[in-house]
């Protein structure tokens, strides 16, 4: 009889133990997420394996030499300040924390969706420092912060567990560009310095092979076969409508510009065929937050996405 209860306790204990254990990754309490757990997978390293950059160095624009005309980066323009950061930087780190004059940036790089984007780093007059957790949904980076250890996915934009859930970042717009495009654009830009304070070897990209494969590394929950799942896109979601500009469409403009309505509003649209970008901009000439990404995470976050197709 002592050995049957002994029995039923460790029974009883290792289910209730085990249950918590499979809703942590990577240290973090995947209970209560506001996704489907499951949908959650380890990318490989552990949490802060991909170091983010927290005291970024800049250099100017006429130093940076290591750049060359075509070459990819994410440029971000606020309080008067322009800055760009190498995407041959930014795919060993996919983090910068950064500050333009008072004002707390995040800049975030998902090689594998190719989604390059900057928020607004503060929540109530909090400044949030963000991180790589190791952990992905849809293929795209979870992103923490160390104020309160939430996971963050980039894409949505959003908190999807802890303390924060359910909060929201505000994206920046950020230009997704050759280097060449954004200097002429602001010829006084800073570069973010190779002097990153870590041994890496930014001459060589560790995902060159992914990108023009047709594979993807990590499970996605919906995919759409329209379009080879890493065709470039412009994406724009507004009042709660989305819509997906392919770049092959983009490249049959005469004028690269295009006006559109989404979400009951006049967007403009310009779209550089020689550095491979775009930006959106409203009926003001304001520009607008658009993310240039793979088309397979642009469906992925955004299954009911309309498409843009020429007549």
């Given at each position: 009889m002592k050995?049957?209860?002994?029995?039923v306790f460790l029974v009883?204990?290792?289910?209730?133990?085990?249950?918590?254990?499979?809703?942590?990754?990577?240290?973090?309490?995947?209970s209560g997420a506001s996704i489907d757990a499951s949908e959650i997978?380890?990318?490989?390293?552990?949490?802060?394996?991909?170091?983010?950059?927290?005291?970024?160095?800049?250099i100017a624009a006429d130093e940076a030499s290591f750049l060359q005309p075509?070459?990819?980066?994410?440029?971000?323009?606020?309080?008067?300040?322009?800055?760009?950061?190498?995407?041959?930087?930014?795919?060993?780190?996919?983090?910068?924390?950064?500050?333009?004059?008072?004002?707390?940036?995040?800049?975030?790089?998902?090689?594998?969706?190719?989604?390059?984007?900057?928020?607004?780093?503060?929540?109530?007059?909090?400044?949030?420092?963000?991180?790589?957790?190791?952990?992905?949904y849809n293929s795209d980076v979870l992103l923490y912060d160390h104020q309160s250890e939430s996971l963050w996915s980039q894409i949505m934009s959003q908190a999807i567990s802890g303390p924060m859930k359910g909060v929201q970042l505000e994206f920046?717009?950020?230009?997704?560009?050759?280097?060449?495009?954004?200097?002429?654009?602001?010829?006084?830009?800073?570069?973010?310095?190779?002097?990153?304070?870590?041994?890496?070897?930014?001459?060589?990209?560790?995902y060159a092979s992914y990108i023009n494969s047709d594979r993807l590394m990590f499970p996605v929950a919906m995919q759409d076969a329209r379009m080879h799942p890493k065709t470039y896109?412009?994406?724009?979601?507004?009042?709660?409508?989305?819509?997906?500009y392919p770049f092959p469409e983009l490249m049959e403009l005469t004028d690269g510009r295009l006006e559109d309505n989404i979400g009951g509003e006049l967007i403009s649209l310009e779209f550089d065929a020689q550095a491979q970008t775009g930006r959106v901009f409203d009926h003001e000439g304001t520009e607008l937050p658009s993310l240039i990404a793979f088309w397979f995470a642009w469906f992925g976050f955004h299954p009911e996405t309309r498409v843009f197709e020429l007549p």
């Open positions: 050995y049957i209860y002994s029995s009883l204990l290792l289910t209730v133990s085990s249950a918590p254990l499979a809703q942590v990754m990577n240290g973090f309490d995947l997978h380890h990318g490989g390293p552990p949490r802060d394996g991909i170091p983010s950059i927290d005291q970024p160095r800049f075509d070459d990819r980066i994410l440029g971000v323009y606020l309080e008067g300040i322009a800055r760009a950061y190498p995407l041959a930087i930014l795919n060993w780190h996919e983090v910068v924390n950064d500050t333009f004059g008072d004002v707390p940036v995040t800049v975030t790089f998902c090689p594998l969706c190719a989604s390059g984007m900057a928020f607004a780093a503060e929540i109530e007059q909090e400044r949030l420092d963000f991180g790589v957790s190791g952990l992905l920046l717009p950020t230009s997704h560009t050759s280097w060449d495009e954004w200097r002429s654009r602001h010829p006084d830009t800073q570069v973010l310095s190779t002097d990153t304070g870590f041994r890496r070897d930014y001459r060589q990209n560790p896109v412009i994406g724009v979601n507004l009042n709660g409508e989305q819509k997906a």
